[in-house]
C-alpha cells in the first residue's frame, strides 16, 4: 500500500498591519534592538511606511539600540535578604539600634542627653555616608 503525503498548505505565518501604531510602540521596539527593517517586518509594512513614520518629530533620527547578548548565562548566586541593601552597606536603623545599646550601657548620661547623643551619632553616621 502507498500511503500519500497531504500538503495541508502551511502557509508561512504572517503578520497583520494593526489598525493603530503610536511612537511609544516604535520606541519600544528601538529600545530591544528592533531596527527599520525589523520593524517593517513586524507590523507588515511598506518601506516608503516606515520611512513616513520616522519623519515624525518624536521619531526622527532614532536607531535601534545595540544590544548585546553575553555568549554565557551570567546568575547572581549571592544570598540578599533585603534587594535594597547591597552587600557590606550598614542600614540606618542597625546603626541607631547599635547606638542606642551603647548609650544604654553608659551609666553617666541621662535619658535626655543620651537621646541628644543618639541622634547627633545617627546625623553624623548619615552625614558621613552622604544620606
Do not use: C
Not at 498548505?9 to 503610536?22: G, S, V
Not at 515624525?56 to 547578548?69: I, Q, S, T, Y
Amino acid at each position: 500500500m502507498v500511503e500519500i503525503r497531504e500538503n495541508n498548505n502551511q502557509m508561512q505565518e504572517t503578520n497583520t498591519t494593526p489598525e493603530t501604531i503610536t511612537t511609544s510602540m516604535i520606541l519600544e521596539d528601538l529600545e530591544n534592538g528592533i531596527d527599520r527593517t525589523g520593524i517593517k517586518a513586524k507590523y507588515n509594512l511598506e518601506t516608503w511606511e516606515v520611512k513616513q513614520m520616522f519623519d515624525h518629530p518624536v521619531l526622527k533620527g532614532k536607531k535601534a539600540k545595540r544590544v548585546k547578548k553575553l555568549s554565557f548565562t551570567f546568575v547572581d548566586d549571592t544570598v540578599h535578604t533585603d534587594p535594597d541593601v547591597l552587600p557590606g552597606q550598614t542600614n540606618l536603623i542597625d546603626a541607631i539600634e547599635e547606638a542606642n545599646q551603647e548609650t544604654e550601657e553608659s551609666p553617666i548620661m541621662g535619658d535626655e542627653m543620651a537621646q541628644d547623643e543618639l541622634e547627633s551619632r545617627a546625623d553624623d553616621w548619615a552625614n558621613e555616608r552622604n544620606y
